[in-house]
């Protein structure tokens, strides 16, 4: 997927992977999904699968730009001040 965008689009100015822990995940899966059942196996395989490609991307984003490339903790965007201090410390 990387090197699709790469070609297409070129370098990127900003990536950004924002980790969030699987409860976060949980629930906005469930708050999108309302009327579907949930399967916490199911949704732990799906979670792993996406960490994966995640993970892969990543990589290859780090390797061929990596000065665009940021990784920060959702609870660390709870607040102006904590973005802040991630961003521009």
């Given at each position: 997927?990387?090197?699709?965008?790469?070609?297409?689009?070129?370098?990127?100015?900003?990536v950004?992977?924002?980790?969030?822990?699987?409860?976060?995940?949980?629930?906005?899966?469930?708050?999108?999904?309302e009327d579907?059942?949930?399967?916490?196996?199911?949704?732990?395989?799906?979670?792993a699968?996406?960490?994966?490609?995640?993970?892969?991307?990543?990589?290859?984003?780090?390797?061929?730009?990596?000065?665009?490339?940021?990784?920060?903790?959702?609870?660390?965007l709870?607040?102006?001040?904590?973005l802040?201090d991630?961003?521009?410390?």
């Amino acid at each position: 997927q990387a090197h699709s965008f790469l070609e297409a689009f070129g370098s990127p100015k900003v990536v950004l992977d924002i980790e969030c822990d699987d409860e976060f995940l949980e629930e906005e899966w469930k708050g999108l999904h309302e009327d579907d059942a949930f399967d916490a196996e199911q949704f732990a395989e799906m979670l792993a699968g996406q960490r994966q490609a995640r993970e892969t991307t990543g990589k290859v984003f780090k390797q061929l730009c990596p000065g665009s490339c940021l990784s920060v903790e959702k609870k660390l965007l709870e607040t102006p001040e904590l973005l802040k201090d991630t961003v521009a410390p």
